[in-house]
């Protein structure tokens, strides 16, 4: 009986080494810190998977335990890929493997031309975008940006309950003579808690909520008539006039397609950058005599 105990307490000090070795091996920075050879995990054919290559691509945050299953986990399914490529380069045509061989150049030719590109972009491109390039474009090509939801530019004023002349500022918001306008932004400077001019577009949802919830019943409706509306809670009076609606699908006021044109603007800068830099290539080639283009 005390020998079945101590070989099983063996058995089990020697498993436990055994997952601690095994710990060990696979935590990469621990193998990366102490030798500079490297050990083989699995190997089918000519071809060899490699702590290394396994380490690369191990999640930093992952350790003991949790690495040891990612290797496991990685070998297992390296050796069944690697096992159906072999057998997938026996059974394939000649013709059909020089196609997929052209197909993986071009693509590995496309992938580093366009990092370069790339990179060539992030040290040359200038991403200023003036105010002034923008309004130009969109006064060229304004009707290619439409709007997906409804906008307005709103006379809004709330004011406290307790606030002088309501009839008289009622009266101010609802007209659009130059010399009411300028007695209501007096009266607003003096009196109002919140007052928008209405000479900014906005969003007629953006709108809506400036006023108490539920006092407009049919902003659409409201917005395309022009319609004003007055509300009141505990606190506030507020005031509403719409002073001009664009509907969804007309022309985006230029405030809606500012960053859009500084996309565009920039795209066309890349564009013009690379167009450049293959011009600029191509010419030190033929200066240098660097390539023979025997088709000509």
Not at 160 to 170: A, D, E, H, Q, V
Not at 184 to 193: I, P
Not at 251 to 257: I, R, Y
Request: proline share 2%; with cysteine; glycine share 4%.
């Amino acid at each position: 009986m005390t020998r079945n105990r101590n070989k099983r307490g063996l058995a089990l000090s020697l498993g436990l080494i055994a997952v601690s070795a095994l710990t060990l091996v696979v935590s990469c920075q621990f193998w990366a810190k102490n030798t500079t050879g490297d050990t083989i995990l699995a190997k089918t054919g000519s071809a060899e998977l490699t702590l290394q290559q396994v380490c690369k691509l191990m999640p930093s945050n992952l350790k003991g335990a949790d690495s040891v299953q990612f290797v496991q986990n990685y070998v297992d399914k390296w050796i069944h890929n690697r096992l159906m490529l072999e057998r997938a380069i026996t059974n394939i045509d000649a013709e059909s493997y020089e196609s997929i061989e052209n197909m993986v150049n071009d693509y590995r030719t496309a992938l580093l031309v366009y990092k370069y590109q790339q990179l060539y972009i992030e040290q040359n491109l200038d991403t200023l975008v003036l105010d002034s390039q923008i309004a130009d474009h969109y006064e060229k090509y304004g009707n290619n940006f439409l709007l997906d939801s409804c906008a307005v530019k709103v006379v809004f004023v709330q004011t406290l309950k307790t606030s002088p002349n309501t009839n008289r500022i009622r009266s101010l918001v609802r007209n659009n003579r130059p010399d009411d306008f300028a007695k209501l932004e007096e009266y607003c400077d003096k009196e109002a808690t919140e007052f928008d001019a209405g000479t900014n577009w906005r969003y007629l949802s953006d709108a809506v909520r400036m006023m108490p919830k539920g006092s407009i019943a049919d902003p659409k409706a409201i917005a395309k008539n022009g319609r004003f509306v007055e509300a009141h809670d505990s606190l506030y009076n507020y005031y509403f006039m719409v002073k001009e609606f664009r509907d969804v699908n007309e022309q985006a006021p230029l405030v809606f397609a500012k960053e859009k044109i500084r996309e565009i603007l920039l795209n066309h800068r890349k564009n013009d950058l690379i167009r450049n830099l293959e011009i600029k290539i191509y010419v030190d080639a033929v200066n240098k005599q660097r390539f023979t283009n025997y088709a000509n």
